[in-house]
């Protein structure tokens, strides 16, 4: 089947990337940016009018924050034949609007081999609700707003260096978010504040990935978990094992996708 695939490739790592790939993995072929196939997906969108799209299916996937899009996601929504969510949110009727968890893309997230010389790792944006991160000792953060954005080939060495990685989600978002998934599949130790939904996909808290109740948690879990290397590989491996022999790829997200289509 033709898809075309309406999105603007403009970060380093976009979602875009992924999904194309999980399409033409499955066997279809992807037209980017280009009108006329059976089936039109679009990335996110608040870029493009859906009105100018061709009176074929129409599928938005929004896998940013549904809050921060509120007014236009209400006003896109009855545009498209169906819209996929990264977030849990209300609206989803499993049905119209339905729940398209993140993924990970085992061909570029994976771990490599070598030093663990980072203490611990934040890789995302920077906006206020995260301005506390400030304040954690042995901290290194890339993204925007950070020091730098990474491409995938970095982030992959990062992962792989990090003692703990650590994943905030934004507020009003309900997750999982992708970087639990990609932290999970570079076989990194993961601390993450809570995880909505997660125990939808077998995930233990404690047994997979370790969850901080607050910054006095998250400092007291951060030193612990430093000088217990033991524990932490022990998680982490367990946290990788369990992820990769589930459905968390890209490529069972578009099988949702495709399913819904049908």
């Known amino acids: 089947m033709k898809i075309t695939l309406i999105a603007p490739f403009r970060y380093l790592e976009p979602d875009e990337l992924h ?11 992807v037209l980017v940016n280009h009108f006329g196939s059976y089936l039109t997906v679009v990335m996110k969108g608040t870029w493009v009018d859906p009105r100018v799209l061709p009176s074929t299916i129409r599928f938005l996937i929004m896998p940013d924050n549904y809050e921060r899009y509120r007014s236009y996601m209400d006003a896109v929504t009855p545009l498209y034949d169906r819209v996929f969510m990264f977030n849990k949110d209300p609206n989803i009727d499993g049905e119209h609007v ?63 260096r990090a003692k703990i990685v650590l994943n905030n989600h934004w507020e009003s978002m309900p997750g999982p978010n992708p970087r639990v998934f990609q932290a999970l599949a570079h076989r990194s130790f993961l601390i993450t504040d809570k995880v909505v939904g997660i125990e939808e996909f077998g995930f233990i808290d404690d047994k997979h990935f370790i969850t901080y109740k607050n910054f006095h948690d998250l400092l007291q879990k951060i030193n612990y978990y430093l000088t217990h290397p033991d ?23 578009v099988k949702i996708m495709l399913e819904a289509f049908t």
């Not at 085992?106 to 400030?134: A, N, Q, S």
Request: charged share 30%.
């Open 98 to 160: 339905i729940w398209l968890p993140a993924g990970y893309n085992p061909r570029v997230h994976y771990p490599e081999h070598g030093r663990k010389d980072i203490d611990v790792l934040f890789i995302g944006t920077k906006h206020p609700c995260r301005d506390w991160m400030e304040n954690i000792p042995h901290l290194t953060a890339y993204g925007t707003g950070w020091n730098r954005n990474v491409t995938i080939e970095e982030k992959r060495g990062l992962y792989s």
């Open 231 to 253: 524990e932490r590989e022990r998680i982490a491996s367990q946290g990788h094992d369990f992820l990769v022999k589930g459905s968390n790829t890209f490529k069972d997200r």
């Open 19 to 29: 999904f194309k790939e999980a399409f033409e993995e499955l066997g279809h072929e």
